[in-house]
């Protein structure tokens, strides 16, 4: 027993894109057709059309790239579905599965009942049409579901035999066969075995087994997986929270035994809860480590608390009912051989307190009410910072590599006086548009990298950016080298340290003014127009600048007008101590940060 899903590469694209099928689409792969939806063939399209043809042919046709991923993670709610009724199943490829129809014929009462059954389980839990076919083989399935036909037993030779050669999917061979002169699969199958095996090599000797109604392997089923979680039902509703806690008590430990059995633990527990009225309760609880029975027991009772009590601030209102059933879910588990104490036994009990607080601060108002930063790259302030969940993997979103320099090749300085103003440039040597009389800073650096590019270097100690291709000669002794780590690119126009200590997220409006009391603004050329002498925030009064540091350019995604970002970045310190990085945007000020 076969089920097929019609046009399943579309399928997949309405549920994870979110694209009606029922418009023209088309799924294409190397500039080719694949699949395409009923409208799209109602307008012309078919698969092996070239992306212009079919466009050509429908203008409202909307072309998805294929994706074998996005096909698999859509089709498992459908294997999951059929598992549900039928055991033994075998993913052909997404869109496809087969089983054997033994069981479910049984069970039933008969194969086409079986079928309907089947296809209805799948069309409710998942809202996918389907169509079933039966036969003796995999392959002969396939071709029976594209019509959802039952060949009775004995029949699938004969019903192969009328099959058209195209069935067997196979384009080169099937133009050689139809040159050849042989129309269907009967004629095929026609051919003696030993000369299907000298003229068209393995594979057609592959094909010819399926044209004679044979398949080349039995089904390769996938075991379903244990079923873990743990529920009970009680006749009396639980509405006092001791009571409810000793119910959860003893869930627990069944949970647990039963996870130990397996030889799993659980790290994240989901906690469902049914109350008389039919209201449905959910909440997940995270650990890093293994959860006990204590544990475990722990978490159900402060879940249990929150749910019955209802007397959090801006929580909702306690159930109208009794709990009637409470379930367990192991949502995430690993092999719990893997694990073991530390040497000198448990260490870290503080930092496992902590753990347990912010996991129940989490149970009871969500997993977004804590929150931890996680330090990546990024060229502003903003940037830098990414605020996960308690619990989840902190690892960086855009990881980089430190340096302490914000544009490579140009050296920092600390915080000037107001009245020294750096002449920063980046014109080159000979440059028409050098203004005469302005002081070139890079001319050092310039010096310094052609001294060191002139310099011998040592073939040990190659500079990262370069590639050393060493020559081997023939019969030489090979060594293996271990693959070195790789290297995390910097971030140019990165701020220099120190960090600041809080990031406004809304900036503040500002006005920096120089001695005459002129607004301050920076040229083309990063060109100060004044010295910055005050600053105005917002509508308070000037305070006096001390020393300030800048400008850091950066200009992003120039490429895009709509998310193109220029700005030049500033650090001051102002007379009453307060320290601020200010950035200069379409020639408005705001302060983007403050430093402690």
């Not at 019609?6 to 029922?22: K, N, R």
């Not at 307008?43 to 294929?66: D, F, I, K, M």
């Not at 059929?82 to 009462?109: K, Q, T």
């Not at 008969?110 to 049409?129: F, H, K, S, Y």
Request: hydrophobic residues 40%; contains cysteine; aromatic residues 6%.
């Amino acid at each position: 027993m076969l089920l097929w899903c019609p046009d399943w590469p579309v399928i997949a694209a309405e549920i994870v894109l979110g694209l009606p099928a029922a418009q023209p689409v088309a799924v294409v792969h190397g500039n080719r057709v694949i699949a395409c939806s009923e409208t799209a063939r109602q307008e012309g399209v078919r698969r092996g059309l070239r992306r212009r043809e079919a466009q050509s042919r429908c203008p409202r046709l909307t072309v998805v790239e294929h994706d074998p991923g996005r096909d698999a993670r859509a089709f498992e709610p459908v294997v999951g579905a059929v598992e549900e009724v039928a055991v033994g199943v075998e993913v052909i490829r997404p869109g496809a599965l087969a089983f054997a129809a033994r069981g479910p014929s049984r069970y039933f009462g008969g194969e086409e009942a079986a079928a309907e059954r089947i296809v209805e389980q799948v069309a409710q839990a998942c809202e996918v049409e389907s169509q079933v076919g039966i036969a003796e083989g995999v392959f002969a399935a396939g071709l029976a579901a594209r019509g959802g036909r039952v060949i009775p037993p004995g029949g699938t030779p004969a019903f192969l035999r009328a099959q058209p050669i195209e069935a067997i999917e196979r384009p080169e061979l099937t133009d050689l066969l139809k040159r050849l002169g042989l129309k269907t699969l009967g004629d095929f199958a026609a051919l003696p075995a030993g000369d299907v095996l000298a003229r068209f090599g393995f594979d057609g000797a592959l094909v010819h087994r399926l044209a004679a109604g044979f398949d080349h392997r039995p089904l390769a089923v996938r075991r379903p997986p244990p079923d873990l979680e743990v529920s009970e039902t009680y006749d009396e509703p639980l509405e006092r929270v001791d009571v409810a806690a000793f119910a959860g008590r003893a869930l627990a430990e069944r949970l647990h035994d039963k996870l130990a059995a397996y030889g799993l633990a659980c790290t994240r527990l989901g906690i469902e809860a049914v109350t008389a009225n039919g209201q449905e309760l959910h909440r997940v609880w995270r650990h890093d480590g293994t959860l006990t029975a204590a544990a475990i027991a722990e978490r159900v009772r402060w879940q249990l608390d929150g749910w019955l009590t209802g007397a959090r601030r801006g929580a909702p209102a306690r159930p109208t009912a009794g709990l009637v059933r409470l379930r367990l879910i192991p949502d995430g588990v690993l092999v719990h051989l893997g694990l073991q104490p530390g040497l000198w036994g448990d260490a870290g009990a503080d930092r496992e307190r902590a753990h347990r607080a912010f996991s129940r601060v989490q149970g009871l108002l969500g997993p977004e009410s804590v929150v931890t930063p996680v330090f990546g790259g990024g060229r502003n302030a903003d940037d830098q910072i990414r605020l996960v969940p308690w619990g989840d993997e902190r690892d960086p979103h855009r990881p980089a590599a430190p340096h302490a320099d914000p544009v490579p090749g140009i050296e920092t300085h600390p915080v000037l006086p107001p009245h020294v103003q750096p002449a920063l440039t980046f014109t080159e040597p000979g440059d028409p548009d050098l203004v005469p009389g302005v002081r070139d800073e890079l001319a050092p650096v310039r010096e310094r990298r052609a001294q060191e590019e002139t310099r011998p270097r040592p073939a040990a100690h190659p500079e990262p950016d370069t590639v050393t291709v060493v020559a081997v000669p023939p019969g030489g002794r090979r060594r293996q080298r271990t693959a070195k780590p790789p290297v995390r690119p910097p971030w140019p126009g990165r701020l220099p340290r120190p960090a600041p200590a809080l990031v406004l997220t809304r900036p503040l409006p500002a006005v920096v003014l120089d001695r005459d009391g002129e607004p301050v603004g920076v040229s083309a050329r990063l060109e100060l127009t004044g010295s910055p002498a005050a600053l105005i925030v917002e509508r308070a009064r000037p305070v006096a600048i001390t020393g300030w540091a800048g400008p850091w350019p950066v200009e992003e995604r120039w490429w895009d007008p709509a998310e193109s970002r220029r700005r030049a970045r500033f650090q001051v310190v102002l007379a009453d101590g307060r320290a601020f990085l200010l950035s200069l945007a379409a020639g408005h000020w705001a302060v983007d940060a403050l430093y402690d």
